[in-house]
């Protein structure tokens, strides 16, 4: 079992920055991919950045050069750096990993963190 819990969230201007944060716990598993997604109330969940185990990103087109992923490997730790944040960037942001327990591949979901941008 992978539990996977998000934090950093919270209620921040138009133009202003906020870090989220997501630690993965459990034992005996390795981590591949990691990712954050969002859904904002009433629409449908959606990709914001993901980050493979060597480092490589992948960003949504309405976050690109205002987001930045990055992860640490030895903590289990992927991180959201949000910058000149919108309020279209409201939303519950949800941590995803693909884990490996024992030779078996699983996707993880996080519970989230709610993000409220204000104009």
């Known amino acids: 079992q992978v539990q996977l819990v998000e934090s950093g969230g919270g209620l921040v201007q138009a133009g202003g920055s906020l870090r989220l944060s997501c630690a993965a716990s459990?034992?005996?598993?390795?981590?591949?991919?990691m990712g954050w997604y969002r859904q904002a109330l009433g629409k449908q969940r959606e990709l914001v950045a993901t980050i493979t185990s060597g480092g490589s990103t992948n960003y949504a087109d309405s976050v690109k050069g205002r987001f930045t992923i990055s992860r640490d490997n030895a903590k289990n730790t992927v991180y959201l750096q949000m910058n000149n944040v919108k309020p279209e960037d409201t939303g519950v942001y949800i941590c995803?990993?693909?884990?490996?327990?024992?030779?078996?591949?699983?996707?993880?979901w996080g519970q989230g963190t709610q993000v409220t941008v204000s104009s």
């Open positions: 459990g034992s005996a598993f390795s981590i591949n991919g």
């Open positions: 995803n990993a693909d884990v490996v327990i024992r030779r078996i591949g699983m996707n993880c």
